[in-house]
């Protein structure tokens, strides 16, 4: 695989981005189309977008790099080790039905609480368990990815992705609210995730029907050289015995010794070269199906190195459990979509605590910026989160300073990739934000019906998708175009389940999809070789998808 590719081809992008503001006129839609004329980008423009987005959206890339130094201190704790061999060898033996339950749970835990990067958290260790398995890196990312974008299509209670749906298109007016249409979108919810489950227990057997292949014509490639180079040798020994025993030897005779010898030598490298031209012949077998494995190089970078002593895991799983339910409690929107409002009272609780009359708590966690209550959470509160637990298994292992130190840098080391496409995708979103040419791009589709419609929604929406990783901005630069179109009211509920639905679809396949592309340079798959693995899953998807959205309408 081309080194960086990830990088590449999200730069590739933007350069598409680039031209099409040369090419394209911008334009706005404020209750009627507005053609404001070509604005293009220039030199200076690429210079300042870096430094927009990163004070914008730092919080995300900050949380990438957080991410690496955590795991990198844990590859510093030999127990870490012994946890992710542990947990392979006791889940090897169901292996693909632990793949598709760990899909459900990042998809619905997606789905509910919105938390599509807070996930990543937990990719490391995810895709450390599934490659020691024996699974390959495609399977890992189809179970991270897929997952989690699954979660995205089918979102339910996630409020960064579906309030901002219906704050758009009215709710108020239209009598829409984020329960709306609940068993609808848990229905994408689960057809979604069946199709992502079967594709990859159907790659999984593919790829072993195929690795078996390859491994038995390896075995008789080498078994008929072996038996080539034992009759070679027996052959020469034969002649060895047959030779005359003489008391001197003469020039002449020194000389066809030598050329015997050299000709033995001939015979040994030829049957070398044929060794390494069966072996070849082996190895071409395997070009049949695309099959992603990790080199030492690879696996010394995304696994550990393996420990002759047991330790204590006891702390790991207990953190690695508590993080969990943490992200899941503190990014259910209790309050704003449930009406409960325990969590925020437990918080002032907590604060108003006096020890000796002094609030302690309060004083502790800030006076001006106090610690959101569960409900409130964002990306920035996570990164806390992680370096407080990072602190406890560091005093609970007893890890040396400077072994955390190298940890942490080595860490974030393995996340700088990631964390760059991350500063590269959110440029992107600023450059589409400020050159609004993608209006006219969703004016030709929807001009198409000039009315709502399943498939120019569809296209255009996941156009928006595609220009604005960001989904307040996806969806704030296209869904009032389409509802301004849209001439029955009804149709509202509609284009908020096709928008959600088709942002999902499209971050799977998106060069500007933050978590796909950061997953694949994470595991060093080329962004060809994932197209390549999932496209017959993608197309799948999208046919599920078109059939619902139509279905939907009839009804």
């Known amino acids: 695989m081309k080194k960086h590719n990830a990088i590449k081809v999200v730069l590739i992008t933007l350069a598409v981005f680039v031209l099409l503001t040369w090419i394209l006129p911008a334009a706005s839609y404020s209750g009627e189309y507005t053609e404001i004329g070509r604005v293009q980008v220039g030199f200076y423009d690429l210079l300042v977008y870096p430094f927009i987005a990163i004070s914008n959206f730092y919080p995300a890339t900050l949380f990438i790099l957080a991410v690496g130094a955590f795991y990198g201190i844990l590859y510093k704790i030999p127990a870490y080790r012994n946890l992710l061999d542990s947990t392979a060898n006791k889940l090897k033996s169901k292996g693909e039905l632990v793949i598709g339950l760990t899909m459900i749970v990042l998809a619905v835990a997606t789905s509910v609480c919105g938390v599509q990067l807070g996930l990543v958290l937990f990719f490391p260790f995810i895709a450390s368990v599934i490659l020691l398995m024996g699974y390959d890196k495609i399977v890992a990312a189809l179970t991270l990815v897929g997952s989690t974008m699954i979660g995205v299509a089918g979102a339910t209670y996630a409020t960064e992705n579906v309030n901002i749906l219906y704050q758009i298109l009215g709710s108020e007016d239209n009598g829409l609210s984020i329960t709306s249409n609940i068993p609808v979108r848990v229905a994408i919810l689960v057809v979604g995730l069946a199709v992502l489950v079967v594709n990859t227990i159907m790659y999984i057997k593919k790829n072993n029907k195929v690795t078996a292949k390859v491994e038995k014509v390896e075995k008789e490639e080498v078994k008929e050289v072996e038996v080539k180079e034992e009759k070679v040798e027996k052959a020469e020994v034969k002649v060895e015995e047959k030779k005359p025993a003489k008391k001197a030897t003469s020039k002449k005779t020194a000389a ?18 044929k060794s390494s031209k069966n072996n070849n012949k082996a190895a071409a077998a395997a070009d049949d199906v695309i099959v992603i494995k990790g080199s030492e190089e690879t696996d010394s970078y995304l696994i550990p190195a393996e420990e002759d002593k047991k330790h204590s895991t006891w702390a790991l799983i207990a953190a690695f459990s508590l993080l969990f339910v943490i992200l899941i409690v503190a990014f259910i929107p209790w309050n704003s979509v449930f009406g409960l409002s325990f969590m925020e009272d437990a918080m002032k609780a907590v604060y108003g605590f006096k020890v000796f009359g002094f609030e302690l708590f309060s004083k502790l966690a800030g006076t001006n910026n106090q610690f959101p209550p569960f409900g409130s959470w964002t990306i920035s509160d996570l990164i806390f989160t992680l370096g407080l637990f990072s602190v406890l298994l560091v005093v609970i292992y007893r890890v040396k300073i400077d072994d955390v130190i190298d940890g942490a840098i080595e860490g974030m080391k393995r996340a700088l990739v990631p964390a760059i496409i991350s500063v590269l995708v959110y440029v992107a979103l600023v ?4 050159n609004s040419y993608q209006t006219t791009v969703y004016k ?4 198409i019906t000039g009315d709502f419609n399943v498939f120019t929604t569809a296209v255009t929406t996941a156009l928006s998708a595609l220009f604005n990783y960001d989904p307040y901005y996806a969806f704030q630069l296209v869904v009032p175009y389409i509802s301004g179109i849209t001439k029955n009211a009804e149709a509202y509920d509609m284009i908020a389940i096709i928008a959600q639905s088709m942002q999902g679809f499209t971050m799977l396949v998106a060069p500007t999809s933050l978590v796909l592309m950061g997953t694949l340079a994470y595991l060093k798959v080329s962004y060809v070789d994932w197209l390549k693995n999932t496209w017959k899953f993608l197309l799948e998807l999208l046919v599920v998808f078109l059939v619902i959205f139509t279905a939907l309408v009839l009804i």
């Open 431 to 434: 450059l589409n934000v400020s």
């Open 256 to 273: 066809k010794d030598s050329k015997k010898e050299s000709t033995k030598k001939t015979t040994k490298k030829g049957s070398t070269k």
């Open 444 to 447: 030709f589709f929807l001009d």
